[in-house]
């Protein structure tokens, strides 16, 4: 389908849908300290647990993504439904890792955070769908299995198998896959391999719509860097980025001669700017830079 290309049409007409959609939450559990989810069935029942509290709530899922020890949710709805989200999904998790022998999460933290302008959901959008990205070698953007990001202007998404309906599939198995009694699911919700499909219960659609194109959202998901450090500042988490897209950055910062014509003083002074801005490890530090780890660690002490 060809889309017109008026930037500034298109532009007010996503300021115009994110005004009369408001309010917009994301929505952050606690980082753990074990790991909730370890394997592929964990992970499952992590992703299904967001999309059964969200029908409990009645809150529209714009985007998510489940880490090993955390969750992020981008919602639409009255802040009521977003606080019956949240402790549907605290009770459900706090259940699920009692059953795998974890200890509770009785008083796991939820933040929730307002979106204040449509700048910031494409920021949050983007930083939820990097998330895994910028933590595993084995993923790319929109390749990670238990997020939404491969939702978004997939144009394939109509040739993949679209599941079973819920409420063709056996009481049992609707138990099973919610871990309750209680089975009542909206009638949209489709299942394959005992996994609620995202494609189900995330409003994409709605989420597209705020993005003035395609390219504007996979400019903005391949070209986050100190965005995202900024972002996951604030959300008290400490994201790293991959060596290849730092040394991309910090080559940025110096377009005339490049880092590799640095002398060592001058590496050790971006060394510091890499620590500040960009959140690097002694480690990521020394990789990039080529520095003696030793030197590095001397600048920066690894706490004892």
Excluded at 55 to 81: C, F, I, P, Q, Y
Aim: with cysteine; net charge positive.
């Amino acid at each position: 389908m060809h889309v017109k290309n008026d930037f500034w049409m298109r532009e007010r007409e996503c300021e115009r849908i994110f005004a009369a959609g408001k309010p917009y939450y994301l929505i952050t559990t606690e980082h753990s300290e074990w790991l909730l989810y370890k394997t592929r069935e964990e992970f499952i029942v992590g992703s299904n647990l967001v999309a059964i509290s969200a029908a409990r709530a009645e809150l529209a899922v714009l985007d998510d993504t489940v880490m090993n020890n955390h969750h992020h949710v981008l919602g639409k709805g009255r802040r009521s439904n977003v606080d019956a989200f949240t402790d549907d999904l605290r009770e459900k998790m706090r259940r699920y890792q009692l059953s795998l022998g974890n200890p509770s999460l009785k008083e796991l933290k939820i933040q929730v955070d307002e979106v204040l302008d449509l700048r910031q959901f494409r920021n949050y959008v983007c930083y939820i769908d990097r998330n895994a990205y910028v933590a595993r070698l084995d993923s790319t953007p929109n390749g990670y299995p238990w997020g939404s990001g491969n939702l978004f202007f997939n144009g394939n998404l109509c040739m993949m198998a679209e599941g079973t309906a819920w409420n063709t599939l056996s009481i049992e198995k609707r138990r099973k896959i919610c871990r309750s009694h209680d089975i009542e699911l909206p009638a949209s919700y489709r299942v394959r391999s005992e996994q609620i499909l995202r494609s189900s219960f995330v409003d994409y659609k709605h989420t597209e719509s705020l993005f003035n194109s395609a390219n504007q959202y996979f400019s903005m998901l391949t070209r986050r860097g100190e965005a995202d450090v900024e972002i996951a500042r604030l959300k008290g988490e400490g994201i790293q980025l991959p060596n290849e897209e730092v040394f991309q950055i910090v080559g940025s910062w110096y377009p005339e001669s490049g880092i590799r014509s640095l002398d060592a003083a001058e590496r050790l002074e971006v060394a510091r700017s890499m620590k500040k801005r960009l959140n690097s490890s002694n480690k990521q530090i020394a990789q990039v830079l080529r520095l003696p780890l030793n030197d590095v660690d001397r600048i920066f002490p690894r706490p004892q």
